[in-house]
């Protein structure tokens, strides 16, 4: 099993940027693909970005495609999620996660996803 720590994320103005972090405990990090995901009031969770285990693939959600970018680091067992150019619609509870049952696919629904960070929320001001 695997614990999922994150960190960063807060309030800025439109057009900022923000990065988020997410510390997984345990020796097996690369051997998880590795997910961030968004929830907006009244919204379902949503797929930002994806990333394989040792980050060769990546996937983007349209809204975000050149905007954010996923980035993993195997030896401080941590992945990252750079967001740019935000925007007011970006404003959303944010989550990292877990796939540990990587098939060479990167999946986009939570459902696939095992373990589960504790969400930061990022705000964006207009």
């Known amino acids: 099993q695997v614990q999922l720590e994150q960190s960063g994320g807060g309030l800025v103005q439109a057009g900022g940027s923000l990065r988020l972090a997410c510390a997984a405990s345990?020796?097996?990090?690369?051997?998880?693909?590795m997910g961030w995901f968004r929830q907006a009031p009244g919204k379902d969770r949503e797929i930002v970005a994806a990333?394989?285990?040792?980050?060769?693939?990546?996937y983007y959600a349209d809204s975000v495609k050149g905007r954010f970018i996923i980035s993993r680091d195997n030896a401080k067992n941590t992945v990252y999620l750079q967001m740019n150019s935000l925007k007011s619609e970006d404003t959303a509870v944010y989550y990292c996660?877990?796939?540990?049952?990587?098939?060479?696919?990167?999946?986009?629904?939570?459902?696939?996803?095992?373990?589960w960070g504790q969400g930061t929320q990022v705000t964006v001001s207009s």
């Open positions: 990333i394989s285990i040792y980050g060769g693939s990546t």
């Open positions: 996660a877990a796939d540990r049952q990587w098939t060479g696919n990167l999946k986009v629904r939570a459902s696939a996803y095992d373990y």
């Open positions: 345990g020796r097996t990090f690369s051997y998880y693909a």
